[in-house]
């Protein structure tokens, strides 16, 4: 299994994205052992805030999905767990959107060539994350909304 070094994605207000991209198995690259760091401004240390996925890319906080008709364009059994893209936005009044590819478009398997493509269409999931690395909604196929604040 080749595993590439680990990344480091700014995240605003202190905070950063830790984590380490390995070979999904399906030619491409998944980010696992995902970890929320916090850089304390009087000292400049790093400091975990929480581990987010393990080492297989699975979450160790599954905050559940709302169901909807995305399912059914599932190619396969759902997985809580990170097997192609994923990230984190940057952080605003304490809340970051949790973006989830579960399916690639089915040109993701087409070969040098352009054979091997699959009627797939791409499925992105959303939830938003808090600054303790918690999620605060199910993940969902809408992104979604931040709170306003009015004065």
């Not at 097997?83 to 579960?102: C, P, Y």
Request: charge should be negative; proline fraction near 7%.
């Amino acid at each position: 299994m080749n595993i590439k070094d680990f990344s480091r994605t700014d995240l605003g207000h202190g905070f950063f994205l830790y984590y380490r991209d390995t070979e999904n198995g399906r030619g491409g690259y998944h980010p696992v052992s995902m970890k929320l760091f916090r850089t304390t401004a009087e000292h400049g240390e790093n400091t975990l805030v929480k581990e987010i996925t393990d080492p297989f890319g699975r979450f160790l906080s599954f905050p559940g999905v709302i169901h909807g008709p995305w399912e059914q364009k599932l190619a396969g059994p759902f997985q809580s767990q990170v097997n192609f893209v994923a990230g984190i936005g940057s952080f605003r009044d304490g809340l970051a959107s949790f973006r989830w590819m579960v399916q690639p478009d089915g040109f993701y398997y087409t070969d040098e060539d352009g054979f091997g493509a699959e009627d797939d269409e791409e499925l992105w999931l959303y939830a938003l994350i808090n600054e303790t690395g918690s999620f605060v909604t199910p993940f969902s196929d809408s992104p979604p909304s931040f709170p306003s604040h009015k004065p």
